[in-house]
């Protein structure tokens, strides 16, 4: 099997991200720009330590849930991601907002949220397949803001059938850990494959951040599949 990138969402400390890094990680994903809006967000300088100490040895990644166009070109202005990921309401910000922060932004690129189980998920991929350089699929769970980081699974079906409907690379999200990253390779035939919550500590280790072996552990079962 070809390569499968390995991405890691979580980042929230230069410790973090040595961790993802040292173990062979490919993207490393960072939340940041929306203080004060959305809990667990870093600030600019927070992301911005982060993203010079890994420098160019991992591509970073940079989400955002806002859907004012204003305030994201802000955000990629101030400290710009190797990719931005929308991860926000979809329906809040559409194809002709994605072209014009492409526009504002030259060079951007752009990795898209689907909501893999809204039942307009087909439409949203048809739709941004053009202004999208990647798509993130993942599971939207109510009490969540924006898309994805609930650890919640979805169909995998749904996944293998949006990756054989688009020529956008797709990497796949929701409640990917060790355990289970192995079966939906096979199932997806994915570009790559994230993980969040099941990389972190457990809370009952009351410990925060990534954990070392989780981390590990889910990419040493992405090598296993890739050596098939």
Known sequence: MTKIIKQIYGIKSVADAEVVT???ADHLGVAYGEVGKTPGFLDFEQAREIFEAVGNRIIKVGLTVAFDLEEIVEMVSTLMPDILHLSGDIAKFSVENVKKLKARVPGLK??????????AVFQYVKEYEAVSDYFLIDTVAQGIVGIGASGLTHDLQIDKKIVESTTVPC???GGLGADNVAEAIRVVHPYGVDSLTKTNFDRSTGRVGKDPLKVKAFIDAVREVESE
């Open 22 to 24: 040292g173990l062979g």
């Open 110 to 119: 752009i990795m898209q949220a689907i909501p893999a189980n809204d039942p």
């Open 171 to 173: 990497i796949i999200a």
